[in-house]
């Protein structure tokens, strides 16, 4: 069992045995989020040094999350159907979910430090403005590369094909 805590403590979300991946996403959306949740008070998202966000990839079956009271969402837009889900206390980044997901991502930095699963994948360089500077300790693949889904593909049939909702409070701007 892994608990892991918004930065006041009052949220927890507890999780159960192995990550699906850890990963770094380069993509423009998960840039712009976290721009814009840091601007609220207690955003923290640190970005890598090319503006990555690091993810770890949990199925949702082995998430326990809080009430629903303690969670909101943040969409990018009004029409944006993938939700970043924040703490409703001190409005910690928690996970990026998509509409209908089996998984959610992780922010990585929810981990307390030295802990981390290593990311061991960069996806979507090709959003970046310089994908050539990035290093090559990891995989850098221009999208979402065959490993990503095919590892994403594998824990749903281990799911048997559910999507267990996640709720939510309510919404938030930023
Ligand atoms: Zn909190
Ligand atoms: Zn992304």
Redesign the pocket.
């Known amino acids: 069992m892994t608990p892991l805590h918004c930065t006041c403590g009052q949220t927890e979300l507890v999780l159960s045995g192995a990550p699906i991946l850890s990963v770094e ?3 423009t ?2 840039r712009t989020a976290a721009e814009r949740l840091n601007l609220l008070p207690g955003g923290a998202i640190p970005l890598g040094p090319q503006g990555q ?1 690091h993810f770890v990839l949990y199925r949702k079956d082995r998430v326990t999350p809080p009430d629903a009271g303690l969670l909101v969402a943040f969409r990018l837009t009004p029409q944006s159907t993938t939700r970043r889900i924040l703490s409703a206390c001190c409005h910690t980044p928690l996970f990026l979910e998509f509409k209908g997901g089996h998984w959610i991502s992780l922010y990585a930095a929810l981990w307390p430090k030295g802990t981390t699963p290593k990311a061991t994948l960069r ?2 360089t090709s959003d970046l403005p310089a994908p050539q500077t990035l290093p090559h300790d990891i995989p850098n693949a221009r999208t979402q590369n065959s490993r990503f889904i095919w590892a994403l593909l594998r824990a749903w049939v281990e799911m048997g094909f559910r999507s267990p909702p996640i709720p939510t409070k309510g919404e938030i701007d930023g």
């Open positions: 996403c380069c993509c959306s998960c966000t996806t979507m």
